[in-house]
């Protein structure tokens, strides 16, 4: 049975204990303690947010950097929020990490990061978190093993590691495709009472299992496939509906990317169709458009590193039916393009966890993702139901 407790003991043991500890000591769950909280108008203060990374490629590259690049806090420059709900991008702390590839495994995260081929502009110290050998299961492809070659030693305990690292936000940045593998991880996470963020195009936080199965651990679930902060969506998204309110009828567009690195080969060979799918979907509901729109990924160069081309088309009729045409280029790079949206979603999703909230976030998702459990809303939509969210209000 349940010991008995009253608030007051529950507070005074929270100011020497995490969570977690917390959590342990009087049988209860994140929800109870977010309510004492409440109920005791006790400010809930920011403290680390830890994260474990599963997958340190580009991403994972950018986001490390990042944490350390913003320091100081007078440099701003390229963050969405440079405080959100509280908390700060140096709040974050990786925690964890998990990888395959023999040039990684082992290595201390700062080290491990210098073997993307993402430019390092922010000298990382050594963090003291190994990378940690992972499962492998589909996280390589035939394609990518000149590109990853992977460790030969046996997965880590994951589960034992995460709870070791005492992580509370599972991050999978594994490349698009890799389906068992981030279904591995989800579960992995689920196990380990850890929430779950699902940059991949892989089917979690919109799969009713996997929601369902996260709710009942009481657990945040948020997904799917991360939205850049200034992307070929995005900025599509933007365009069309600048278009709209101008009063300009749409009738077909497209948005090709062009890149190199292991994601864009893996979204080649593994997820061009769901990618397509997704970001077609994700720019038409946006804006409840009917015109004709394609977006997706048309090729995978190489030399072209962690670059990123994306091509914008779209044909529209103005007064008196007179044919207007964008013909856009935006040139980016993939790692970094992810790394403001992922400080944003990690930040919500402390958030969710100090609320209680559990099962697939939409106000989260909806904000960072392209394929969001209940569907893409309105940008303006998506940022009210964030902001709401945080503040705890609810419409
Ligand atoms: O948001 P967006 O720029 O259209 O789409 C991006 C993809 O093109 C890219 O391959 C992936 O790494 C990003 O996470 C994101 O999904």
Redesign the pocket.
């Known amino acids: 049975m349940a010991k008995k407790f009253r608030d007051d003991e529950v507070l005074r043991y929270l100011e020497t204990h995490t969570y977690d500890e917390t959590m342990v000591f009087f049988s209860i769950s994140r929800m109870t303690i977010a309510r004492i909280k409440k109920r005791n108008k006790v400010k809930i203060m920011p403290e680390k947010i830890k994260v474990a990374i599963v997958g340190v490629g580009n991403?994972a590259s950018s986001l490390i950097q990042g944490i350390e690049y913003y320091k100081s806090r007078s440099n701003n420059i390229g963050l969405l929020h440079p405080t959100f709900a509280g908390y700060h991008i140096s709040d974050i702390e990786i925690v964890s990490a998990f990888d395959i590839s023999i040039k990684k495994v082992g290595k201390d995260l700062s080290e491990a990061i210098n073997e993307n081929d993402l430019e390092i502009v922010a000298k990382v110290p050594i963090l003291d978190v190994k990378i940690q050998m992972g499962n492998i299961l589909d996280g390589v492809i035939d394609q990518t093993r000149k590109l990853i070659a992977p460790a030969e030693i046996g997965s880590a305990n994951i589960i034992n590691e995460l709870k070791l690292s005492e992580t509370e936000i599972v991050l999978c940045l594994l490349p698009?495709g890799a389906d068992e593998a981030v279904k591995f991880y989800a579960e992995q996470s689920l196990q380990a009472g850890c929430a779950f963020i699902n940059?991949t195009?892989t089917k979690i936080a919109v799969d009713k299992n996997y929601a369902r199965k996260f709710h009942d651990a009481g657990l945040p679930l948020i997904g799917d496939?991360?939205?850049?902060q200034f992307?070929?969506?995005?900025v599509h998204k933007r365009i069309l509906k600048q278009m709209l309110d101008q009063g300009v009828e749409i009738k077909e567009s497209y948005?090709l990317?062009v890149?190199g690195g292991a994601?864009?080969l893996n979204?080649i060979h593994r997820s061009r169709g769901i990618?397509r799918e997704i970001?077609s979907k994700s720019v038409k509901s946006s804006l409840n458009l009917n015109a004709p729109i394609v977006?997706g990924?048309s090729d995978y160069v190489p030399h072209m590193k962690n670059s990123?081309n994306?091509m914008l088309w779209i044909v529209g009729n103005g007064f008196l039916g007179s044919e207007i045409i964008v013909d856009l280029k935006i040139q980016?790079k993939?790692g970094p393009?992810?790394g403001a949206i992922l400080a944003d979603v990690i930040r919500a999703t402390k958030i969710a966890l100090h609320q209680g909230s559990s099962g697939a976030i939409d106000e989260i998702s909806s904000y960072g993702f392209?394929n969001p459990p209940k569907g893409t809303v309105s940008i303006e939509n998506a940022h009210k139901n964030l902001a709401n969210f945080v503040l705890g209000i609810k419409e």
């Not at 496939?225 to 850049?228: E, G, H, I, M, N």
């Not at 992307?231 to 995005?234: C, F, L, N, V």
């Open positions: 991403a698009s940059a195009p496939d991360l939205q850049d992307g070929a969506t995005i948005a990317d890149g994601e864009s979204t990618k970001k977006a990924t990123r994306s980016t993939d393009n992810g392209k």
